[in-house]
């Protein structure tokens, strides 16, 4: 994060606190603290991308190059409510600032070579307008500070959005996004290795749902980046 006058300015004004923890941040922090950050559950995904455990949900149902989380999701945890609070409580810079994080580790493993742009997985009007935001979207704006990999986010559309699947289980989330989405723009992603990002993964029915439409695009290669990933 850059420092300048009016950053420290507003420091003081109004302090930013850590999204975990609730400590104060410095003026060279973003969003988490240091002892927060190093303290995230790291997956260490971006070290095997092409064989663990996110990248085998999809196995079966779509060609993935290559998947990595963040970090482990646990319900209930000092993490969750970051990404409740990200998702539910207007904190979109939240999404960005972690996507940054996840890009900077990743990017030092390689993860991004090859990639010709991003794609989030999109919600519907009234959803977005409801929350104010998309926080996958937000999340692929983090990538882009780091990445500047472009982000395309009319290749796919959300057309329905039946309930959320915070309790459902997963056959319940399968079926909650059967028909969810539609390619809309096949000719912007032929041939190109799309980066497909979420926030949570759980089951994968949702990324699944996304990766069988982006997958009817002529020639396109498609790989994963989520926040976290719940442990199964």
């Given at each position: 994060m850059r420092t300048t006058f009016w950053t420290r300015l507003f420091d003081v004004v109004a302090p930013r606190v850590c999204a975990v923890c609730g400590a104060r941040l410095t003026t060279g922090e973003r969003v988490l603290c240091a002892v927060c950050h190093l303290h995230l559950p790291l997956t260490g995904y971006e070290h095997s991308p092409l064989s663990n455990p996110l990248a085998r949900l999809f196995w079966g149902h779509f060609p993935v190059e290559h998947a990595a989380a963040l970090f482990f999701f646990e319900p209930h945890s000092a993490t969750s409510q970051m990404i409740y609070d990200m998702k539910y409580r207007s904190m979109p810079e939240t999404a960005q600032a972690l996507g940054a994080i996840a890009a900077r580790q990743f990017a030092a493993a390689g993860f991004f070579t090859g990639i010709d742009a991003v794609v989030p997985v999109p919600v519907t009007r009234l959803r977005k307008w409801q929350r104010g935001y998309n926080q996958?979207?937000?999340?692929?704006?983090?990538?882009?500070?780091?990445?500047?990999?472009?982000?395309?986010?009319?290749?796919?559309?959300?057309?329905?959005?039946?309930?959320?699947?915070?309790?459902?289980?997963?056959?319940?989330?399968?079926?909650?996004?059967?028909?969810?989405?539609?390619?809309?723009?096949?000719?912007?992603?032929?041939?190109?290795?799309?980066?497909?990002?979420?926030?949570?993964?759980?089951?994968?029915?949702?990324?699944?749902?996304?990766?069988r439409e982006l997958a009817k695009a002529p020639g396109t290669r498609i790989s994963i980046l989520t926040l976290g990933m719940t442990k199964t």
């Open positions: 996958s979207m937000e999340i692929a704006l983090g990538i882009k500070e780091v990445t500047e990999l472009p982000i395309y986010n009319n290749v796919l559309k959300r057309i329905h959005f039946k309930a959320s699947q915070t309790t459902m289980d997963a056959q319940q989330r399968k079926f909650n996004v059967e028909g969810a989405f539609a390619l809309t723009n096949p000719g912007l992603i032929a041939h190109k290795h799309i980066l497909l990002v979420d926030d949570i993964v759980t089951t994968g029915s949702t990324l699944i749902a996304c990766g």
